[in-house]
């Protein structure tokens, strides 16, 4: 590891930044690089370079990088395919849930971990503490009662997105790509089940992706004793769009106790793919801070989602800039450091412990 001075200098922050962010819990909460690993054979254990052009689409993380941008915790995603049939898609999850576990155990540096006890003994150790998550409901939709969820073995998975770029039988999509066919876009009757089954297993319900409409929907079923994630997201506010929350949804997630992560893609925070910073990204952190409260905001990259990145900020290395942009604010180092991660831990701790 380079010394604080030195890692200073390379990333053109001030010391106090790099010691903030040193001394913080740094945690993602969506990093899609496995899909890249089904798709081409990607190695996450492996150093990669960002390519030729960075901080495009891919290439944005890997073990390795991740570890000496000190990124000491993150959710790694199984995004699921809806081509596939109902039973199709289950047995790809049962599958994936193995070669995803498989992969990340092959790094030394890393520890698959379910809960904030299992994290804090894998940090001990200096490892990377890797929680998994579903994109896609729907991969284990095939029973209306929710039973499928059963083949999630030893509470491996933190997190599932109910849903996820189109329609399913869970619910609709936010994306202007899957237009509400008929309803009004709420949950149906199988996705408000599908909610309190995730509930039952303690298994955060995301409600990244999903229409506005099915948002709320979710919610007035969820256990209000829970809290709820939305882990990959803009908001409004800032930059109106389909893909953002909007303040009342933002507040009804603080409401229960979740958090919020703030996501990377350049056109969903309002910029220009050729010429994004993350001043940007920094805008909808602090305006979801001002409307849902300092404990309630965490980082959502999307890292390796087919997203493009500021151009200052192209892969994870860049990361402590983060940290220096949120003190520029005035912010407090706690409240840098809450939104680092220790909100995402928080969260985690009073569902999982």
Known sequence: MRSVDDEAAALGISREAVEVYRGADVIDLHVDSFIWTRIFGYDLTQRHTPGPFPGWFTRQVDIPRMRDAGVTGATWVISTNPLRTADGRAHTFVRNLERLRRELSRSPDVAVVRNVAE??????????????????????????????????????????????????????TSSPASAVAKGDGGLTTRGRDYVKALNARKIFVDLAHIHRRGFFDALEVHDRSQPVLVTHTGVSGVTPHWRNLDDEQLRAVADLGGTVGIMYEASFVGESRFSSRLDAIVRHVAHAVNVAGEDHVSLGSDWDGMIVTPRDMPTCSELPRMAQKFLDLGWSPERVQKVLGGNVLRTIAALRG
């Open 119 to 172: 994290y804090r003994a894998a940090r001990a150790e200096g490892k990377h503490g890797a929680f998994i998550g579903i994109q896609g409901g729907n991969a284990l939709d095939r029973n209306a009662d929710g039973s499928a969820l059963d083949l999630i073995a030893d509470d491996l998975v933190l997190r599932v997105t109910l849903v996820h770029l189109t329609n399913s039988a869970l619910g609709v």
